[in-house]
């Protein structure tokens, strides 16, 4: 059924961009490429409009890429018109035909140039991986070897830096130290990432826990050799350097290996308009219930990651330094990892400073630069052995991010709330993020943006004048993981988080066992967990355990009815601190 001008109930959902209602309407008997009385399907409105979300989901659902409407004009024309490199990206990507003509014989991109819009065409294709013509770029290895350079490349460069601040004079040493470091990024992000500036992808890539294990190679290498047989005095000292030493680095690999915790899929197309279906009948079918990038219901605590592409349970945020993201399945190798990195510096410092302590450091002039700023002391052990100290004058760096990183990851255990919920109490006023029914409620943003911005896939906007995925200081505070807390009043989560109601707290004891126990203590699964029990997990916990008891005494309930009970799936259960009150 359609009015006057040819629109149905598919054409005018899409008009609003209102994504939620849309999904539902694409699990009914509708057809997805229906055309209005212009030819236009609902794929093209949505290109037009520059709504990423929905044109992301049209595509999922089988819309055609190479429709044409009356003018001729397919879904890329549409999207070069709104300028929106986000969908021309997501269109390419679905195999819409680049060389395809409009009726005057255009293609897609002479539209481009002809609107000023080749700034978008082109950054599109880049991020697509292709060229301005369309085809795939080259690159020098393959997508393996690649990940392997980069994860080892910074191994080399440290020991390049090293060993030029150990043979140059410091003024000179310095200079070139700096130089290496910029060499080894540009190597990177220019040659191995073939990007065309230096943020683009590289927190997607083993890059930054290539720096990680670079440090802690040549870290090893300097307590091997110097520290090791010029202090045996401080065996006990050794000893916990040793295991500090061991479990950082398996912790740090074990990180990045594990799973993070990968929310589960519908199994089959019934299965996931089931889910839709019922989420609609209940008024919650938003996005804080359902990711429409997955096409799967999201658990509580969980977040869509859009550098690995997929919802992880108890997510607490992304981090580059580990090449992943923590989650509930790796968060306490995480915790441990930074815990030993912290030991392990103090301690190396300390076995530092005690090896100058036992040498002879001679502290003539003839040994010390004039140059030298520094005490006389200090310029004298500098010159005995610079390759030490300037392995434990970066290793004390490193001190800089992970001493606060550490003290606020033990805080967040303890108040059992994860970074991104920080974040989200202090943005929103509650933990589990933005919700609603249309894409400007879930995401935040309008889409009735103008030509030259445009929305990633998680609804961002973005600007044309900013290089890559943050610029600046941005960058730098998405490194050290403090992004979460500088992003808008996300500070404020911080004030907040003593006295907000949060369903998850069982106490400080509870807490930290919860967290070492992956849910035992709440007698919960994160990645299956879609509601709050109204009487709470603990006393949850306890009727599940009477009942199980029952059931092995000849009780009714199974065990998997009560486990669906104990975790809130038998009817509305409340969510206060987790959903805005409108929607509690």
Not at 164 to 188: D, K
Not at 227 to 242: D, K, N, P, V, Y
Request: include cysteine.
């Amino acid at each position: 059924m359609s009015d006057s001008q040819g629109y149905n109930t598919l054409h005018l959902v899409t008009h609003s961009s209102s994504v939620m209602p849309l999904l539902y309407l694409l699990h009914q008997p509708i057809s997805v490429d229906s055309k209005d009385s212009l030819g236009h399907t609902s794929l093209m409105w949505a290109a037009y409009q520059g709504d990423a979300l929905s044109v992301d989901i049209l595509l999922k659902h089988g819309a055609s890429t190479n429709t044409k409407d009356d003018a001729g004009l397919s879904p890329l024309h549409w999207a070069v018109v709104r300028g929106n490199r986000v969908c021309i990206r997501k269109l390419i990507e679905a195999g819409a035909d680049i060389s395809a003509k409009d009726g005057e014989g255009r293609t897609a991109r002479d539209m481009a140039a002809e609107l000023k819009a080749l700034g978008p065409w082109k950054r599109a294709l880049e991020e697509g991986g292709l060229t301005e013509d369309g085809l795939k770029k080259k690159k020098p290895l393959s997508e393996r070897n690649t990940k392997i350079a980069i994860f080892t490349l910074p191994t080399l460069f440290l020991w390049l830096m090293f060993m030029t601040l150990a043979i140059l004079p410091w003024y000179t040493g310095v200079i070139l130290a700096m130089a290496l470091f910029f060499a080894m990024h540009h190597i990177v992000t220019r040659v191995l990432l073939d990007k065309t500036n230096y943020t683009d992808s590289v927190t997607g890539s083993p890059y930054f826990a290539g720096i990680i294990f670079g440090s802690m190679v040549w870290v090893g290498y300097a307590w091997v050799t110097r520290l090791l047989h010029q202090t045996q005095s401080h065996a006990f000292t050794h000893l916990s350097f040793a295991l500090s030493f061991g479990l950082c680095a398996y912790n740090f690999f074990r990180a990045i290996s594990l799973d993070a915790g990968t929310c589960p899929k519908p199994a089959s197309d019934a299965e996931l308009k089931s889910i839709i279906e019922d989420l609609a009948s209940e008024g919650r079918l938003n996005g804080q219930t359902f990711c429409i990038q997955c096409m799967a219901r999201k658990p509580l605590r969980s977040k869509h990651c859009r550098i690995c592409d997929k919802c992880v349970a108890r997510h607490d945020h992304h981090c580059p330094w580990v090449w992943n993201c923590v989650g509930v399945k790796n968060h306490r190798q995480f915790v441990l990892f930074v815990t030993t990195l912290v030991v392990g510096i103090f301690l190396f410092d300390y076995l530092t400073y005690a090896y100058f302590s036992t040498i002879d450091v001679p502290i003539d002039s003839a040994h010390i630069s004039p140059s030298c700023m520094l005490t006389d002391y200090l310029c004298a052990a500098t010159a005995s052995d610079t390759f030490l100290v300037s392995v434990a004058c970066w290793a004390t760096v490193q001190l800089s991010w992970t001493l606060v990183l550490l003290v606020t990851q033990v805080w967040q255990i303890t108040r059992q709330m994860t970074t991104l919920e920080v974040s989200n109490l202090g943005r929103y006023g509650w933990m589990g993020g933005r919700g609603g029914a249309s894409m400007q409620a879930q995401q935040g943003h309008s889409q009735h943006h103008g030509q030259g911005s445009d929305v990633d896939a998680d609804g961002h906007k973005h600007g044309h004048k900013h290089p890559g995925i943050c610029g600046g200081g941005g960058f730098i505070m998405n490194l050290l993981g403090f992004d979460r807390f500088t992003k808008g009043r996300a500070a404020d989560g911080l004030a907040k988080a003593h006295k907000a109601p949060n369903p998850f707290h069982v106490g400080v004891a509870g807490n930290c066992k919860d967290f070492w126990t992956a849910g035992r203590e709440l007698g919960v699964e994160y990645d299956k967990l879609y509601d709050v029990p109204p009487e709470g997990f603990l006393e949850a916990k306890r009727r599940r355990m009477r009942e199980e008891g029952e059931h092995e005494d000849g009780g009714r309930k199974s065990l998997r009815s009560s486990l669906l009970m104990s975790i809130g799936l038998g009817g509305r259960s409340g969510r206060a601190g987790y959903e805005p009150l409108s929607q509690a």
